[in-house]
Nanobody
């Protein structure tokens, strides 16, 4: 099982960013994918999750209205788009396969830097 994320990204405040997470080694639609981020010097922060089978999403309240998760079953890839970026959105963003309520397998992380 492997989750491979897109590369680092630098964005201006107010812009949007879209990070991808390509899954392999298992049946893509069998497990939720969760998104977590970690800002510099901070702990892990749960953003939400998506069910790749039907696209059903659940977002942490903090990100409601500003984040969208999507899944492409033809390429076994999930995406997170975060809009109206602020400098405090600078963080490592991780996708993770959720098994039985646990985040069992993690992507390598994608650094998103928001700076003018």
């Amino acid at each position: 099982v492997q989750l491979v994320q897109s590369g680092a990204d630098l964005r201006n405040p107010g812009a949007s960013v879209k990070v991808s997470c390509k899954a392999s080694g298992y049946t893509f639609t069998n497990y939720y994918i969760g998104w977590v981020r970690q800002a510099p010097g901070q702990g892990l922060e749960w953003m939400g999750r998506i069910d790749p089978e039907d696209g059903n999403t659940k977002y942490a309240q903090k990100f409601q209205g500003r984040v969208t998760f999507t899944a492409d079953t033809s390429t076994s890839t999930v995406y997170v788009e975060l809009r109206s970026l602020k400098p405090e959105d600078t963080a490592l963003y991780y996708c993770a396969q959720r098994i039985g309520g646990y985040l069992a397998v993690w992507g390598q992380g994608t650094l998103v830097t928001v700076s003018s």
